[in-house]
């Protein structure tokens, strides 16, 4: 009998595969990220997910259902309320939300933000929800003329703060987030603070692979603090870290790409350890 000594945990964030019961609740309806991107490109060809079933549970342009997978395959709702990688991954290893976490679809509280301009010693500009790459070409320049961080929410509970690097290094831009971090309690309690870094000239501003994300704590017991508190090791590759506020962990692999991520993996399974290696893998919209 073969003891089962290692597990390997890999999510695709962000790689949606048809929309839940209750999208409408969250302005999702009809959501299906790899079936839309499938299209938009003219077909999607993943052989060896597809021969596990991954076709079988959407349809991708490309990746054909099959009548004879080699794996296992389904999908799964969310028992939990609300919903962003913070909430998801947490539900993943055990920890069932039944309030959602803070979102601010009208802008941060005036008095929330005239708090964090005091505490970082700038003031900030934008306050809105906002797509990430849309948000920097409408205040990018403005950004870089006045030295104003660019702060911005989404349908998600995040606060999420932008900057050109030339105009805020890195090292800034990542303290002026944990301050937000150590703000953001109580009912503002929101489940990430991200640092979104920029590059680039007006017209053409480009996110960089930088970005970090400041987690709230997770709000119980996870299936990391149990291996851990076991002996076992529990491997974080990507952001890992950053979703649980690194506990949980006994090693640590921040990479920032979906190449560097994947590479760290296989690096990792050529190693001899016991007990669970956990992947993210970046947000889909940085592979567009």
């Known amino acids: 009998m073969t003891t089962l000594r290692r597990a390997i945990l890999v999510v695709l964030d962000g790689v ?38 991954l076709g079988n549970i959407t349809p991708i342009l490309g990746t054909p ?10 999908r799964m709702a969310e028992k939990g309320a609300g919903k962003d990688s913070t909430t998801g991954h947490w539900e993943i290893t055990g920890v069932v939300l039944q309030k959602p976490l803070p979102t601010y679809p009208h802008g941060f509280p005036a008095d929330l933000v005239t708090a964090f301009e005091q505490a970082i010693g700038r003031k900030v500009i934008g306050n809105k929800p906002a797509s990430g790459t849309e948000i920097i070409k409408e205040l990018g320049e403005e950004h870089v003329r006045t030295g104003y961080p660019i702060l ?44 979104r870094p920029f590059i680039g000239e007006p017209g053409a501003f480009q996110r960089t692979e930088h970005r970090r ?28 870290e ?5 506990r949980g962990l006994t090693q640590r692999d921040h990479t920032e790409t979906n190449r560097d991520g994947m590479a760290a993996t296989l690096r990792w399974l ?15 919209d940085m592979l567009w």
């Open 65 to 74: 259902p099959t009548s004879d997978a080699r794996g296992s395959y389904g």
């Open 213 to 240: 994300d400041f987690s709230l704590a997770p709000l119980g017991t996870t299936l990391l603090d149990l291996l851990k508190a076991s002996g076992k090791e529990v491997i974080g590759i990507g952001k890992i």
């Open 270 to 284: 050529e190693r001899d350890f016991t007990g669970l290696l956990f992947v993210n893998l970046v947000e889909f």
């Open 16 to 53: 949606g595969a048809g929309a839940n019961p209750d999208a409408h609740a969250y302005g999702d309806d009809g959501a299906s990220s790899l079936e839309h991107c499938a299209l938009a490109i003219g077909g999607l060809a993943l052989p060896n997910l597809g021969s596990i079933g």
């Open 152 to 195: 911005y929410t989404s349908a998600d509970s995040v606060f999420q703060v932008a900057a050109h690097q030339d105009v805020i290094p890195l090292a800034e831009l990542y303290h002026i987030c944990e301050i937000a971090r150590g703000m953001l309690t109580g009912e503002n309690a929101v489940g990430r603070v991200i640092a």
């Open 242 to 246: 950053d979703l649980f506020a690194g």
